[in-house]
């Protein structure tokens, strides 16, 4: 892996979720909290317009490179340049020599 292609500061998020001892949600339980900052090379791979529930949106893959990391979730999200992606599939390097990470991702976007 090069380096010098990594040149975009992204941000991996995960929902927080708790209860108290009644079963209740505590403070913050829904809200996202950072995981880890790292340096990433985006991707697009394509992009689609559709309509769904009468409005417009317009939907973009990306495919984010980044050193090989474990624990990184499909449930996690990512923020890059103040743009939210939804993880969709976490892969492996092809190699399998465990160099880096692949994420692919979503970025849903309402169209007015």
Not at 40 to 69: C, D, H, L, M, W
Not at 92 to 97: E, H, K, P, S
Request: with cysteine.
């Amino acid at each position: 892996m090069n380096p010098a292609k990594l040149n975009k500061r992204i941000t991996l998020q995960k929902k927080v979720t708790g209860e108290d001892n009644s079963g209740y949600p505590t403070p913050g339980a829904g809200e996202w909290e950072e995981v880890i900052s790292i340096y990433a090379s985006r991707k697009p791979i394509r992009g689609r317009e559709f309509f769904a529930a009468a409005a417009a949106q317009a939907e973009n893959t990306v495919r984010f490179e980044i050193r090989y990391r474990s624990g990184i979730t499909p449930d996690m999200r990512l923020v890059c340049e103040g743009r939210i992606y939804n993880i969709t599939a976490v892969l492996d390097d092809v190699y399998g020599d465990r160099t880096e990470t692949h994420l692919m991702t979503t970025e849903v976007l309402q169209n007015g």
